[in-house]
């Protein structure tokens, strides 16, 4: 079985700071891990993912994110949050062995940027 | 835009009724995904379709069913609505039936969702 936690449920941060969203998962395999944002009244949308290779990931609107398999972690960052980056954060997870594309979701983080 | 859409936006109705949530997934993906959140259970997937055939199914309640059709839009019918079913649907697409290569066919695409309300 597959499963994500995102530990907080909230993420407070003034603008110009850095941003940090936690998220651990547990997979009997290799982990492919990505990261989905959503806003208000909106679809989720991609920001990045890891398949292999560097551990740290770089994706969309200046995020990024950094693979460690001893704490079976992939925890979002960027150096210097938005307003505009006020939304809700889902981390997800996918066996590399599983069969389909089933990505199992953590819970979502709510991230508030204060002016 | 993700080019996913899904109809309609919003949908409101009775408990014990029947509702059909509809997707058109993006163009020349074969791959559907239903997932529901609610304020409770967070996102959960639900099932996925390829080319047609069910591929993976998640927490889908014996009440819920859904289809691919050969134009590949794919279909959620909801019945014996209850109130615990108002949620968040979200559709999504993907070109593959499965991962394990590093193509972009790992990423979903979703829909703005479909908001239920069941009063």
Known sequence: ???????????????????????????????????????????????????????????????????????????????????SDSALYFCAVRDAKAAGNKLTFGGGTRVLVKP | DSGVTQTPKHLITATGQRVTLRCSPRSGDL?????????????????????????????????????QFPDLHSELNLSSLELGDSALYFCASSPSKWGGSLATNEKLFFGSGTQLSVL
């Open chain 1, 1 to 83: 079985a597959q499963s994500v936690a995102q530990p907080e449920d909230q993420v407070n941060v003034a603008e110009g700071n850095p941003l940090t969203v936690k998220c651990t998962y547990s997979v009997s395999g290799n982990p492919y891990l990505f990261w989905y944002v959503q806003y208000p009244n909106r679809g989720l949308q991609f920001l990045l993912k890891y398949i292999t290779g560097d551990n740290l990931v770089k994706g969309s609107y200046g995020f990024e994110a950094e693979f460690n398999k001893s704490q079976t972690s992939f925890h979002l960052k960027k150096p210097s949050a938005l307003v």
């Open chain 2, 31 to 67: 791959s559907v995904y239903w997932y529901q959140q609610s304020l409770d259970q967070g996102l959960q997937f639900l099932i996925q379709y390829y080319n047609g055939e069910e591929r993976a199914k998640g927490n889908i309640l014996e009440r819920f069913s859904a289809q």
